[in-house]
């Protein structure tokens, strides 16, 4: 029972409480207004209950009281020793046995009580009281982290703990799986039986209710509230299943959302479950203290490995997407080594995967720190699978001693190889020494590379250079289609637009092509020179493909001093494919930068500033204007197609000492990421793309097709089927709807539910027309560090007066749940008076008349 509030009077030594007929409906009095309330268990109130169901419990009792009864030190002190020597003085001197007076002594005490029980006047009292009941908040974490598996190695106690609730091996138990166990099978069974009312909650970076199925409520259960948060109810299972998709852990904000939207109600315990680590929002210490401020407790239950983690992580810094044919593969990976007390060496392994079987590409040595160390791994030519077209590799560190995060110690990914030959169309003014350099690699270095020369200043009857096979050009294409359907890359050297044909609706005619065909996925290369380009460029509709900013009133350009000097790589430690020369980044910046590696150049075209969103690859390591430094290597995208400007025209200086070698690469690598593009897939005609290529779980992948007909022109089709393809291998089709007012453009977007690398590609007479790769990881917050944080949650409950308690001791969570919390508020009640019955008067007479009768047997009257 509850403890009657001091304000509404004592209770009688006598009273017990009785249940009051079904169905009564008792009404206040004047005299009664303001008596007592007394509590009485949940379930015999939710029996008696006259309200709606699910409403605030109305119900009503009975008991028996004492209305006059004086102070108990009176009774004491006065009334007890009274009635005691009257009647034991009435036969202490009659001569009876001890026996006989003894029971006349009690015959006449019972009676002088009877009368003044009836002076006391006995009342029931019949009550309306309004009773609240109990409820407990229970936040359940439904971050990123709860994805996380925990073997406990060396925790018995949380290993036994969770294979008990999720019925497997524990490291095969994501916390969330261990947390919707609980909830289930222990909480919520447990909470009803003690008659409370669960109000449960997923958070993550924000607050939401979690749903319930109500199941079958137990005997007496209180109903639930209508005005609650929806899907709670006591009596409750579990229904939908956590997630784990939420980017941050905001324990602060939760806690103190979920008191905001409870004020008022009767809540007497919070629940939280986590695994501790917020990570944004409210600190949790502050929620805290405004929930000890209203007096209410929380618990917390931490779930995962609380051991001092240690993990070793890998990282993809760089990987190429489509790969040509013959081509060397590039893996950029950063190392990371957590919780260690000193550096640790390790080794960083590719392997490529054919068949079920996997074979060492590359290896590496490296050392495991807190601030990463970078490793660039390099997979040589292959032959790809002839079925999809793929060299699939996964790269790897072995895991630590004791290393329970093992997820993040491999990746995979797969690299599109194209068998595809690049289209090169090389267009320049004149004979320079960059152009005879350039034509003369293009024409020998690579079987899979052709190119037809276009050299302008040449006589008509000038042979122009091209591929042995191909026929050399009489003029420059000009018309849409011929250049989307036989070049993958156009080079423009240092030369005037308008001078590309003697008609100059086909000069116009060609730069709106070639701005088409760069939209279309095309690449074009702006090769600065001395004359025309790029300011020749400029007010052509050819301007808005520069990925730089010219001034065509810069003085610049004809006041550069002529001394040898070196460009600066924009980014030396992680260069841009086009710039890495070299697989080690120290020898690679050498190559560029120092006086002994390639030969120093003495001219480069200056350019206002890169335009926005583009990357700047290389810079001038003196001159500077407004700006900055002036770019000089400039890479940009336009909008599926690529753009890169080359600012300086001397790399034919580099064959000097070192031969072709670099040179070639140099111009190879700038090829090759240009024709992307256009290589992604067999058929130029199709491409698939995904907006990003990283996606954190929860995300929606946003897919985009863009289709040609036969005739290169937007399809009309108003729908285009893609395949999509999870990190299991498991395929499903998806309907791309045409986007309206964007000829040959679909777009749709993919649940991406799994973490690892997705696939999403176009199939037509059972081969791959185009394809594109995403990969779905943890966000970046709950990646960081997951491990558990149990200093947070410690804190959090000795604020506010609760228990925390591990996996392990979970049980001892259920003792803070005693029962019989529920809040009772009088309404109204009813006196019947007891004595002024005939029951009353009978007893009295009984009691006197035995007295009498004994006496008159025993001789004494």
Not at 647 to 667: I, K, L, M, S
């Amino acid at each position: 029972m509850n403890r009657v509030p001091p304000f509404l009077g004592p209770l009688g030594i006598f009273e017990f409480p009785t249940q009051a007929p079904a169905g009564a409906a008792p009404e206040a009095t004047g005299e009664t207004a303001g008596l007592p309330a007394q509590a009485t268990p949940p379930a015999e109130a939710a029996r008696n209950s006259t309200s709606e169901p699910g409403g605030p419990s109305i119900g009503t009792r009975a008991d028996f009281r004492l209305v006059d009864l004086p102070p108990a030190w009176v009774l004491v002190l006065v009334v007890a020793p009274l009635v005691f020597a009257v009647c034991l003085a009435g036969y202490g001197r009659e001569r009876l046995s001890l026996r006989s007076r003894l029971v006349l002594a009690l015959l006449r005490m019972a009676a002088i009580v009877t009368l003044l029980v009836v002076i006391f006047r006995p009342v029931e009292v019949e009550r309306r009281e309004d009773v609240q009941l109990a409820e407990v908040l229970v936040l359940l974490d439904d971050s990123a982290s709860m994805r996380r598996k925990d073997p406990y190695n060396g925790d018995a106690a949380s290993q036994r703990a969770a294979e008990k609730l999720a019925g497997k091996p524990a490291a095969d138990s994501m916390r969330l799986e261990l947390e919707q166990a609980l909830l289930s099978r222990e909480i919520l069974p447990r909470l009803a039986e003690q008659d409370y009312v669960p109000r449960v909650f997923r958070f993550a970076e924000a607050l939401t209710p979690y749903n319930l199925e109500s199941s079958e409520t137990p005997a007496g259960a209180p109903a639930a509230d209508p005005n609650a948060p929806a899907g709670n109810s006591p009596g409750a299972t579990a229904r939908d299943a956590l997630a784990g998709h939420g980017a941050t852990t905001q324990i602060g904000d939760a806690l103190a959302g979920v008191l905001a939207a409870h004020h008022g109600r009767h809540v007497t315990d919070v629940l939280v479950i986590s695994d501790g680590r917020s990570n944004a929002g409210l600190s949790p210490v502050d929620a805290a203290r405004a929930a000890s401020s209203a007096g209410i407790p929380v618990h917390t239950l931490l779930l995962g490995d609380a051991r001092r983690e240690k993990n070793a992580l890998i990282e993809i810094i760089e990987v190429p997407t489509t790969a040509l044919e013959g081509d060397e593969i590039a893996v950029v990976v950063r190392v990371v080594g957590r919780g260690l007390e000193v550096d640790q060496p390790t080794s960083v392994q590719l392997e490529e995967l054919q068949g079920g079987t996997a074979s060492v590409a590359a290896e590496e040595q490296v050392q495991l720190r807190e601030t990463g160390e970078r490793a660039t791994l390099l997979a040589r030519a292959a032959a790809a699978d002839p079925r999809t077209g793929e060299r699939r590799f996964r790269v790897s560190i072995p895991p630590l001693e004791g290393e329970t995060l093992l997820d993040d110690n491999a990746l995979e990914f797969s690299v599109h190889v194209t068998p595809a030959k690049v289209r090169v169309l090389y267009v320049d003014g004149y004979p320079r020494w960059e152009y005879g350099r350039l034509k003369e690699l293009l024409k020998r270095a690579d079987e899979k590379l052709e190119v037809q020369c276009m050299l302008m200043s040449a006589s008509p009857d000038f042979p122009q250079e091209t591929t042995r096979g191909l026929t050399p050009l009489q003029r420059v294409p000009t018309d849409r289609k011929a250049l989307l359907e036989n070049y993958d890359v156009v080079i423009l050297g240092d030369v005037n637009p308008y001078t590309i044909s003697p008609d100059p609706a086909q000069a116009d005619e060609f730069m709106k092509s070639l701005r088409e065909f760069v939209e279309r996925g095309g690449g074009l290369m702006f090769m600065a020179g001395e004359h025309d380009n790029p300011r020749s460029f400029l007010r052509t509709p050819l301007e808005e493909l520069l990925p730089v900013a010219v001034d065509a009133s810069d003085e610049n350009a004809l006041s550069i001093p002529r001394q040898a000097w070196q460009p600066r790589l924009e980014d030396p430690l992680v260069p841009h494919e086009i710039v890495r020369l070299f697989p080690d980044p120290d020898i690679n910046r050498k190559l560029w930068e120092s006086p002994e590696g390639l030969s120093g150049m003495y001219w480069f075209a200056p350019v206002s500033r890169a335009k926005p969103g583009t990357q700047v690859l290389l810079r001038h390591p003196t001159l500077e204007n407004s700006a900055g430094r002036y770019p000089l290597l400039v890479a940009g995208y336009f909008p599926s197609g690529r753009t890169l400007f080359v600012g300086f025209d001397e790399t034919w200086r580099w064959c000097f000492h070192y031969g072709d070698t670099h040179h070639e690469r140099f111009w190879r690598n700038a090829i090759r990421w240009l024709a992307l593009g256009r290589l992604k897939s067999g058929d130029r005609r199709f491409r698939v793309e995904v907006a990003r290529t990283s996606y954190t779980l929860g995300e929606r992948a946003a897919i985009e097709a863009r289709v040609l007909d036969e005739d290169f022109r937007p399809s009309a089709q108003p729908k285009q089927d893609v395949v999509a393809s999870d990190p299991e291998g498991r395929e499903s089709r998806l309907e791309l709807p045409a986007v309206p007012g964007r000829a040959g453009v679909f777009r749709a977007t993919l649940d991406a539910d799994r973490l690892g690398a997705w696939r999403v590609w176009i199939e037509g007479a059972g081969t791959r027309l185009a394809s594109a790769d995403f990969e779905v990881v943890l966000p970046s917050l709950e990646n960081q560090d997951p491990s558990p944080d149990p200093g947070t949650l410690r804190e959090l409950s000795a604020l506010t007066g609760g228990k925390a308690v591990m996996l392990s001791d979970f049980q001892a969570l259920f003792a803070q749940f005693p029962g019989g919390e529920e809040r009772r508020e009088p309404i109204s009640s009813r006196l019947d008076d007891v004595w002024d019955r005939w029951t009353t008067l009978w007893i009295a007479l009984a009691l006197l008349a035995a007295e009498w009768i004994l006496r008159k047997r025993w001789e004494l009257v």
